[in-house]
């Protein structure tokens, strides 16, 4: 799923909140392939020329609203959104990443090498595992995203807010807000350094539901009148 297109809003609903929930720029541990869950890990040098080109695209979408995460990484993200449009940000630690804890630090083969069965634990998609040492479950960080979300969408209105976050916590908040089982979170495709997914509260005649608009998207959309044809 890219972000070519935008999906139409259908008869009989109304666009409320559209949230952005923005990956952040690069890290050496991003490089490297290691956990970083909550580890303060700062922007690399490439981190940061990304999150500077992608703030002038998503400038262009006239957000009304940055959040972020209080780990550097995602904050120093937002920074550069805000300083292309003006806004100021506000920092809500229910955007972090899952705490990972004993993963922390580790990469994927580190993991496997000296934790075989927790690393077989989280891989199975396990949505209650925690790792030991202070980690959380998947349902733990859906249900705090969730929080993030629907406070920053009650905060914008009918605008648009752009939440700098990560990206396991992000495809938890997309599942948690579209109805995918968390069993299922795999299902959606990674979230790239500094790439967004747009979701869109649509307002209906009987319920509000959540319409996942763009994932992974690195270009602005173009918007299309009918979604058969």
Known sequence: MTGSVTTPTPPGTARAARIVLWRHGQTAWNEAG????????????????????????????EPDLIVSSDLRRAHDTARALAEVTGLA????????????????????????????????????????????????????????????????????GDGLAVLATHGGAARLAVAQLIGLPLERVGSLGVISNTAWTMLERRRGPHADHWALVEHNARTLPQAVTIEEG
């Open 89 to 156: 940000v506000s920092l809500d630690p229910d955007l972090r990443e899952t705490n990972g804890g004993h993963f922390q630090g580790l990469t994927g083969e580190e993991i496997q090498a000296q934790h075989p069965a927790d690393w077989a634990a989280w891989a199975s998609g396990d949505p209650h595992f925690r790792n030991p040492g202070g980690g959380e479950s998947r349902t733990d960080v859906a249900a705090r995203m969730l929080a993030a979300v629907l406070r920053a969408a009650d905060q914008v």
């Open 34 to 61: 290691r956990f970083q869950g909550q580890t303060d890990v700062p922007l690399d040098s490439v981190g940061r020329a990304q999150a500077q080109r992608a703030a002038v695209m998503l400038a262009r979408l």
